[in-house]
């Protein structure tokens, strides 16, 4: 696994998502989030937490204290890629710099809500990938019940379970099904390396037309220049 | 229970709402579902089936064959209401006639969607009170997998758990806490009591000042006519 | 004025929609909203009625007793139509039976609000024409604070002064300003006289090319045609 | 083709929408539109009109006279079905009456259009089926310019072009690429066969598991019921 | 108020939102803005703008010249932040360069619309904050008539009166009414102590659970640490 | 043409759209966009691509290979700007890098699509400006099928035909028809003058009263200004 999840931060989601729709999964990208560290790769393991519609008598048993929500940032591990449920909802938080601090300490390589941040500067700083529907100052409270941990989840319109693969950029955000991110990766990588070709041959003025998607004569001459790249990388 | 259904039955969903609200209960409503029965009141106890979004290798585990969804169906019981998070998708149906010709068979009280219905015109023959988002043709595949029953769910922001009192009319459906629900009945049958008395004022051409809320004069003519209402109900 | 009204009455909101937009008028349709009674036309005078976000302080202030919502539903006077701006909002009504009532009782014409109808069912039973958003149960207190009366307002997207013309039919609602009502009253009737002529004539099977708009032949026919209902109309 | 056509009038869209689903073909429902004839189905062969958004100097060539959507509906041919792209515009009419009734005349199956409808009272009582996003009073030139016929279109987010395979009932409205249209009317008739015996079966008192969908024994005890159906009706 | 004032600039709106929610006031977010200057902090006074949607008759009269919309910046004051009601209407810009100037060389605060802003890149070089829905190039007068100032106004969802505090950061910005504005000021910083604690904590490694919110023991722990910084803050 | 496109580039999308607003042109800025690159200013020639909603038929006959999507990009000529039509889809992207490089070689002016962007940080790196409405990783296929080329489309509402101007900055994008295009450019040019004039008041702390609009004292000012800067600038 380890090694799948470092070919996969060599590949970008659109390439992901073009492998993964090969395979027919359309629908794995989470929808309507953005990173707040744009540049930044993310790749990690899902844990999940899911909240429910505020009411005051499930509040009350549930929201207060050490809550779902706050045992899953504590009980994250290395590598690990929280995922919220907040079922779109843009008017109220559903975690802060604290436990933002707290997932960055125990090492969790980020942090997916389709609800929203607070004190969005703050967990900024911090640094750890963060992808959210925007940042909004309420407190969780105004709108949620931290409800449960490691159950599969709905985020941003993708079905989530833990241990689902996370990979995001600033195209956005994927869930890969475990089974399929060695294969999906690795085709990403090949897929990737074509591109390059293209977009080398691009930057000379080749037309798109016959170049991409290659034709038989594009294919001969990106067989020339991959041997060319793997001697030049492997010197 | 029966007799706090019973009373139920009797009051308007406007009038729970208020009493509910007054407890601090404000977001107790399902939003943005309406009915394929107007004219018909809706109460029962709430049973829930949560869907998660379509993918493929999830659903082919838990989309087929005797899935969550006929699970949940076939195993209601008289009076209970089937309460379905499908995360307000209008893309899709999530029930057709057939399984609400079998929540009917087994005497159950109605069903509540966020979601769509397949057959809309089969399954308001049948007669069950429906609530949902719209009418759709489609396959609950196109966007859900079925995925579990009897846990808490959220349908139309409302958070709704098995064993909740659902009460329902041509204003909407509510999710009412069971420890409210006598207490709250009790409390909206007085209200409206007032507000027929309220209603055969305004109907002889009495001012909505003084009268609506009542002021102290208002209130003690109100008592007059309630004890006299009683005695005309008592003969 | 009480004969412009009559004249309102006879002409489609269609119709008047479209010699509002001949005179620069292209926003005056109060938009997402729908009768309570199909078939019925509405022709009124507009009072108006605002509201504002729900706020506990401002609530407390306003909110309660005899407030601006029962000032401006207690004061109608006969043909007119209360306008309420609800900010389109979806989740909490903006008036009930009680107050409906008393409009009927009053004479008023109608009532238009961007928000929503509480026991919508019961207020469909008073007849009084109500185009709203949806019906909902909560209470006005949920989402709004009645603020003033007899103000400009907006509401569903349209710009509404005391003193416009309202008409609505099944197609929606227009704010008409009043010193244009009679000239768009008398053009309407004119236009709908050749629209009964066109109707006639395509279902005679004429076809739309030279009819519809109507050529010089097209409209010397009409001309005959004219004179001819006349005749008819005047015995 | 009138042979296909006979079978998908009798035939619900939502068998039809699984079948298509089974094909591969999930996004063919026309979303976002509603019936004005509520319990009438809707089949037909489809023409296309071409909507795009209003400007002065396009209005002023394409909008006036015999322009593109006057065109369309005066060349209809029986069986046809028009269907608008009108971008899902909610505040504007795309035809009213007289346009309705000409299409009525000439034959035509029924009209399909994602903006809304004029006159819709009128048009309603012209007895054409008419599916759109809702009535408004708007003359089409609010928001649009009639630009072409005839074209491959959006219409609530599917494909369709001329010659496709339009099928409409209460569920909503699919567009069936015409070489599927006979494979998939049969399979949804043997389908919907299937569906009528597990409706009685469920009538009966029949649980759903094992039966929807059947495993081998209730296949067995179907096809007996099946060859009893077909004795009845042939006799 | 200079002095709660200075104590809300040193305070985040998530936990000004926090002390507001407890006191019983949740909707004081203004929803859907976003700043122009990501980092900078906005607190000051109320003043207020409200638009209306467009008319011509309405703009013709109260549009041009010296208009609400320009009355209201040019009588703006030091420490004033200018709140402008545009129902969240994003087709048109509220205001540009030129009044942005104005308002920032009279010492205004900052600036508040749920509507648009033209010129923005210009608007953000001038250096006041400005909290909009987007950036747009349509002139006011494609959606509004500047209608009038100092009145209570809706924005982004809140009720904002002349007078309320206005405090807005990345988060976004929250109308505080006046007579909580110190009290909340001073638990919020109290508030942010204990954060600025627990988050030293949590740095070092210290686990959720019983920190946050803190139990008896770190309590005292709190205790000893905050006379240990006032001690460092007071050299 | 040349020489319009130069003043063009010279004045902000703000004072364009206004100038266009007083010729009646209302509806020509293209919503729901941002650009990629802030503080760029596009001008350029409109060519257009026009997507249809996905459909397997269609997308195997029309998807792949050279399809319209390719043939648009390979054929843009220097100074273009490429707009392509996605109906305001959010969940698939309508290029990406490998197409975005091809039009910056070409000499492209830019590229606007009213759907996402593929791979947005490496077009963002290419330097093309391109407003979208957002990033997103999916291949075009997951929604689209690339149509035609060089047809008019309908883009973020506005009605775009090829040889149309295209103007964008920070404020957003308007599509300007190529008969006003000089006309407006020197009105343009024209009302900028003004402004600087009445912004350098603005910053002397003139009033807005009087100066914006100017009465004639302060044109008689803004001439003698005017005259000042000519010299100045004629030096």
Known sequence: MTETLDLLRRVA?????????????????????????????????????????????????????????????????????????????RAAGTLGDVLAARAAYLGAAGIVTDGCVRDATAVAAIGIPTYAAAPHPALIGRRHVPWETDVTVACGGAAVQPGDIIAGDDDGVLAIPPHLAQEVARAALAQELEERFISEMVSRGEPIDGLYPMNPAWRERFATWRRRQSDVEDQ
Chains 1, 2, 3, 4, 5, 6 share one sequence.
């Open 13 to 89: 989601t659109a390439t992901l998502s073009a492998q993964l729709h090969k395979r027919g999964y359309r629908d794995v990208s989470i929808e309507g989030v953005a990173t707040n560290l744009p540049g930044t790769r993310l790749v990690g393991v899902a844990r999940t937490l899911r909240l429910i519609p505020y009411r005051p008598d499930l509040f009350e048993r549930h929201g207060g204290g050490y809550n779902a929500q706050k045992r899953a940032f504590d009980s994250l591990r290395p590598g690990e890629v929280l995922v919220i449920e907040a079922r779109g909802e």
